[in-house]
């Protein structure tokens, strides 16, 4: 049996076919019908602003990235065993900031945990938030348990920065890019792309892709490493991660131009004539 096989994690890792197949996509959490079932486009927008909830809530705490990170891998597995039309995204992302903070050893309070997510879901409203920071302290609380259950107590968490560590010095890459690696794999952590590749393989094809965006070559195939083991299909998973990772950034630029046009619309600013392209 080889490692890759013998990894307990392995229940956490998903194929591209699972992911339209989710019980949010379903509308069934395996046990019982959840009602309401979403497109699988719908159910990527409501994960993507789950941890973005995730990653505002560790701002306004000023706790370490690697919360963040952790807090997200929870928030994609607990939506593998539950469906988003039970259980609301904003408080399941605020019980995984809050197990996080556990597991990652920056620990926060109750009482400031609750008013930082109470924060960030009035959008910055100070009075509305102190005003439903004991609602979030029961909703914390009661969904922590929830979480770790649907988790299966499985805490332990391997990022991949851990690999894009090893890999760099190994292969002369520069800290500038390892760095681009590591904020590459901060942006996707909002996707399910760790339900989709173990962290050795993110880890590459964050580097590959930072490597293409500097114009870097590095002095051998990543393949060819002796610090970091790959799966024997490893060049097909990282076409595919990187991909993955490409067409997030090009759904963001699109959703910011959208915004960008919605906010020209509403201020009444005349728009830009579409000028016909000749050949």
């Not at 973005?52 to 939506?79: E, G, I, P, W």
């Not at 920056?106 to 009482?111: A, E, F, S, T």
């Not at 393989?201 to 070559?217: C, I, K, S």
């Not at 090009?250 to 005349?270: I, M, T, V």
Request: hydrophobic share 40%; aromatic share 10%; proline share 4%.
């Amino acid at each position: 049996m080889t490692e890759y096989a013998a990894d307990v994690s392995a229940q956490w890792y998903f194929s591209k076919e699972d992911m339209r197949n989710t019980p949010s996509v379903t509308g069934s959490d395996y046990s019982a019908s959840s009602g309401k079932s979403l497109s699988p486009a719908e159910e990527y927008k409501q994960r993507l602003r789950g941890c973005t909830f995730v990653h505002n809530v560790v701002k306004k705490l000023d706790m370490h990235q690697f919360v963040a990170s952790t807090a997200c891998v929870f928030f994609h597995r607990f939506y593998m065993r539950q469906s988003l039309s039970r259980y609301h995204p904003y408080e399941v992302a605020g019980a995984c900031v809050l197990l996080a903070s556990k597991v990652e050893e920056n620990k926060r309070g109750l009482k400031d945990m609750a008013l930082a997510c109470s924060y960030v879901a009035a959008k910055g409203q100070a009075k509305e938030a102190a005003d439903n920071r004991e609602k979030w302290e029961r909703l914390l609380k009661r969904l922590e348990i929830v979480v770790l259950e649907n988790c299966c107590f499985d805490m332990s968490i391997l990022h991949p920065y851990r690999f894009i560590d090893k890999l760099a010095p190994e292969f002369g890459i520069p800290v500038f890019i390892a760095k681009s690696a590591a904020a590459i794999i901060n942006d996707t952590m909002r996707t399910h792309t760790c339900l989709l590749y173990r962290p050795e393989v993110a880890a590459v094809a964050a580097l590959y892709f930072a490597l293409e965006v500097h114009g870097h070559v590095p002095s051998r195939s990543l393949f060819e490493s002796r610090d970091v083991m790959l799966p024997a299909n490893a060049v097909r998973l990282v076409e595919e991660c990187v991909g993955d990772m490409l067409a997030f950034y090009r759904r963001e630029a699109d959703s910011e131009r959208e915004a960008h046009r919605q906010q020209q619309k509403a201020a009444g600013a005349p728009s830009r004539p579409h000028l016909p392209h000749y050949t």
